[in-house]
């Protein structure tokens, strides 16, 4: 079975501290992806980033930062110098990518995070 | 570049009324296409998929149902709605299957 773990339910931080969000994941694909998706009040998801389960190398895009570890299932959110625009519910997600996979996104609970000025 | 459209934005209807959301998809052809619902406490969960017109997979025995007449829209059905229908439904395109799915708006539902 697949599952996703987003132990955090809610986090506040004051503005420019850096936040790390928790992603654990089970599945038994050999191949998958994971994602992170933003959620903002007005609540569409915007989708962040994909990582694909053969490449493990970390990826950094301007204040968000992805960890994927592999031998511990973990696939990580921090946000470097938080902004209060950063306010919003964030869902990490997985997919598997065998053929008999349908591109169902299994969602973690997903975790709240507010930026306080 | 490609758009996914949600209607209404937001609907209030009463316990046993039916029920008819759209999604259409512009910029791109033969996606496949998702219905999600996220209840109260934030879950999302898979409720329909299809892969090409007229072919719906279902992933929750509920009383709602799901149909493509045309290749970039997606419709969401309801003959008697349930108060635990309530939530907000999301609509989905991705360019294949396992691949990034990329949401619309949103449908915020409320079963009085």
């Known amino acids: 079975a697949q599952k996703v773990t987003q132990a955090q339910t809610e986090i506040s931080v004051v503005e420019k501290e850096d936040v790390t969000l928790d992603c654990v994941y089970e599945?038994?694909?050999?191949?998958?992806?994971l994602f992170w998706y933003k959620q903002p009040p007005s609540g569409e998801l915007v989708f962040l980033i994909r990582r694909n389960s053969f490449d493990e190398q970390n990826e950094i895009s301007g204040r968000y930062s992805w960890n994927f570890q592999k031998s511990t299932s973990s696939f990580n959110f921090t946000i470097t110098a938080s902004q209060v625009v950063d306010s919003a519910v964030y869902f990490c997600a997985l997919s598997g990518r065998g053929s008999g996979n349908t591109g169902k996104l299994i969602f973690g609970q997903g975790t709240t995070l507010q930026v306080k000025p | 570049s490609q758009t996914i459209h949600q209607w209404p934005a937001t609907l209030v209807q009463p316990v046993g009324s039916p029920l008819s959301l759209e999604c259409t998809v512009e910029?791109?052809?033969?996606?496949?296409l998702y219905w999600y619902r996220q209840a109260a406490g934030r879950g999302l969960q898979l409720l329909f998929y299809?892969?090409?017109?007229?072919?719906i997979s279902s992933e929750v025995p509920q009383n709602l149902s799901a149909s493509r007449p045309q290749d970039r829209q997606f419709i969401l059905s309801s003959k008697k709605l349930l108060l635990s229908d309530s939530g907000f439904y999301l609509c989905a395109w991705s360019p294949d299957r396992a691949d990034t799915q990329y949401f619309g708006p949103g449908t915020r539902l409320t079963v009085l």
């Open positions: 599945t038994r694909d050999t191949t998958y992806y």
């Open positions: 299809s892969v090409g017109i007229g072919q």
């Open positions: 910029g791109t052809s033969n996606p496949n």
